[in-house]
T-cell receptor, first 113, second 109 residues
Framework: SQTIHQWPATLVQPVGSPLSLECTVEGTSNPNLYWYRQAAGRGLQLLFYSVGIGQISSEVPQNLSASRPQDRQFILSSKKLLLSDSGFYLC????????????FGEGSRLTVL | QQPVQSPQAVILREGEDAVINCSSSKALYSVHWYRQKHGEAPVFLMILLKGGEQKGHEKISASFNEKKQQSSLYLTASQLSYSGTYFCGTESPYGKLTFGQGTILTVHP
């Protein structure tokens, strides 16, 4: 069966520090991968999505970046965090070429101080 | 461009019904519905594909009018467990899936 792992679950970082959130999917190949951010009490904002290795679409051109070094690994990064980067980050996957449901990871709660 | 949901919040008593609407300014490939409990990841409810179909999941059903680029989620005889934030997600043909701002549903005893 397919599983998705996301880490770390919680982190507190100072403004200006770097960030790396990792997401790994098991039990499937060539998944579509997504990063969403949810600010407190707000909706789900699509940050990046990827339909294959080296294919990443950016929806938020700010200080965040994403990479897909392996088929089932999706990494969200920042060189310098801003206060506004605080939020609940969710990685999700689904089968490629399918209009199927999204499977979300457990989420990473980031607080930037 | 994210879809627009209405209303932003709904308060119900157990057993009452509710409708949550979702509309998009762009042509839709499919519509997803999810429910999120506080502090948790969203959970899939259903997906509707092009064709104007209506689907059901227990006492929760949804419709999709692709011509109007709208979807509605119907919750009947609400239960306490229905409380949470409901999101609709709209999909483009290229895998991009964007969500509305959410509708907070609170069910009281």
């Amino acid at each position: 069966s397919q599983t998705i792992h996301q880490w770390p679950a919680t982190l507190v970082q100072p403004v200006g520090s770097p960030l790396s959130l990792e997401c790994t999917v098991e039990g499937t190949s060539n998944p579509n991968l997504y990063w969403y951010r949810q600010a407190a009490g707000r909706g789900l904002q699509l940050l990046f999505y990827s339909v294959g290795i080296g294919q990443i679409s950016s929806e938020v051109p700010q200080n965040l970046s994403a990479s897909r070094p392996q088929d089932r690994q999706f990494i969200l990064s920042s060189k310098k965090l801003l206060l506004s980067d605080s939020g609940f980050y969710l990685c999700a996957w689904r089968g490629s070429g399918e209009a199927g449901e999204l499977f979300f990871g457990e989420g990473s709660r980031l607080t930037v101080l | 461009q994210q879809p627009v949901q209405s209303p932003q919040a709904v308060i119900l008593r157990e057993g009452e019904d509710a409708v949550i609407n979702c509309s998009s300014s762009k042509a839709l490939y499919s519509v997803h519905w999810y429910r999120q409990k506080h502090g948790e990841a969203p959970v899939f409810l259903m997906i509707l594909l092009k064709g104007g179909e209506q689907k059901g999941h227990e006492k929760i059903s949804a419709s999709f009018n692709e011509k109007k680029q709208q979807s509605s989620l119907y919750l009947t005889a609400s239960q306490l467990s229905y409380s949470g934030t409901y999101f609709c997600g709209t999909e483009s043909p290229y895998g991009k899936l964007t969500f509305g701002q959410g509708t907070i549903l609170t069910v009281h005893p």
